[in-house]
């Protein structure tokens, strides 16, 4: 829950700080929804998950951006006993563009600090017994997306993004969301 805040503060201070648009016209927010296919210690699954993320243009061409992502959020329940497994990452990241007339082509490069936490059957069923997980992964991002310009301030962003980390740690992402340029 602190995460959200943290995100929804650090959103809310970039807009109030980019009110004049000669201030700072080079900050963006990023919001997206997408489809996460992650694997982590000999498990796997297909989730929606979801980002928001705070922009900086550094240079013509390069901009620094830091993010939260919510990874998955899943249970499962089988004859074995259940799982109920969450992951949300924050990181930095350092993106290069290429612009063109209907919209900037980025990749992305950077690192995150992946959170995972599973609560887990563990027990026969003579002795019932639950057991635990709960990590904080350092991984790698990496991203390539295309920013659509919809308007002067507004970009639909289309973006793959793949994490991989400690603990045999990996996901892919598809995601499609909105970009707003302060400015």
């Not at 004859?79 to 350092?94: K, M, P, T």
């Not at 490069?109 to 635990?132: E, I, K, N």
């Not at 659509?148 to 499609?176: C, K, P, W």
């Not at 909105?178 to 400015?183: G, I, K, P, S, V």
């Amino acid at each position: 829950m602190k995460q959200y805040l943290w995100m929804a503060g650090a959103l809310l201070m970039g807009t109030l700080g980019c009110s004049n648009a000669e201030a700072a016209p080079e900050n963006y927010g990023v919001i997206t929804v997408g489809y996460t296919d992650f694997e982590f210690n000999d498990g796997s699954d297909r989730e929606v998950a979801y980002s928001a993320a705070y922009g900086h243009k550094i240079h013509r061409q390069w901009y620094a951006e830091a993010g939260y992502m919510n990874l998955f959020d899943y249970t499962e329940s089988n004859e074995n006993g259940s799982v109920d497994a969450q992951s949300e990452a924050l990181y930095l990241a350092v993106l290069g563009k290429a612009s063109s007339t209907t919209g900037e082509l980025f990749y992305k490069l950077g690192v995150a600090r992946v959170d995972v936490s599973a609560t887990l059957s563990c027990g026969t069923d003579a002795v019932p017994a639950t057991c635990g997980y709960d990590e904080g992964l350092a991984a790698g991002l990496v991203g390539l997306g295309f920013d659509y310009y919809v308007s002067q301030n507004a970009m639909i962003r289309l973006e793959y993004t793949y994490l991989g980390g400690e603990d045999s740690f990996s996901t892919n992402m598809l995601n499609l969301g909105l970009r707003y340029n302060f400015n």
